[in-house]
């Protein structure tokens, strides 16, 4: 901690990158960590910072109608949901753009693609989630910050049984 990565190394790394730039920070640190990126980015290099979230689950989003009825509302909003996320990467990387990422926002959206292909869902879903990691692997240079937080083997299997995090150990992180 405190030698410079996120201030220093990641941002000029960021400029030099020919591709989209997607950093991958700890959700506990994306908020703030973003809004540091964003004001160093745009000063130096006059680019702006693109904040990418994914939610696995969608608990808070009231259906209504026929079991079909309802159907179709989550098939549209699925579809919907996963066109706005490929649009933006593709917006990224045309202007110049950095991506910020959680790790819990990469895994929702490995989770969601995994879940549509055993729902068997709808074809033009898992089609458009076949272009987004298709863009991802072709298109991006991707910068992982906090390594040790993001590659926790606990956090990922808490997250991917339960779709929450665990409460992050880490003094950047701590309660007051």
């Not at 959700?27 to 004001?39: F, H, Y």
């Not at 790790?103 to 709808?122: A, C, G, M, R, T």
């Not at 298709?134 to 040790?148: C, G, M, P, S």
Request: aromatic share 10%.
């Amino acid at each position: 901690m405190g030698a410079g990565k996120t201030s220093f190394i990641i941002p000029n790394a960021a400029f030099n990158c020919k591709e989209l730039c997607i950093i991958v920070l700890p959700e506990p640190l994306k908020n703030s960590v973003s809004k540091l990126l964003a004001g160093l980015i745009a000063q130096a290099y006059g680019r702006a910072i693109e904040v990418i979230d994914v939610q696995r689950n969608y608990d808070h989003i009231e259906w209504s109608g026929t079991e079909q009825e309802k159907n179709d509302q989550r098939r549209k909003f699925a579809i919907d949901e996963a066109k706005s996320i490929l649009r933006r990467l593709i917006y990224a990387k045309q202007t110049g753009s950095v991506v910020v990422m959680s790790n819990s926002s990469i895994q929702s959206l490995f989770l969601k693609f995994v879940e549509h292909l055993y729902n068997k869902d709808v074809f033009d879903v898992v089609e458009i989630y076949r272009k987004i990691f298709r863009f991802l692997k072709n298109e991006t240079r991707v910068f992982v910050d906090e390594v040790d937080m993001i590659f926790d083997p606990l956090q990922a299997h808490k997250f991917s049984i339960s779709g929450t995090q665990l409460e992050a150990v880490h003094p950047a992180v701590s309660k007051t």
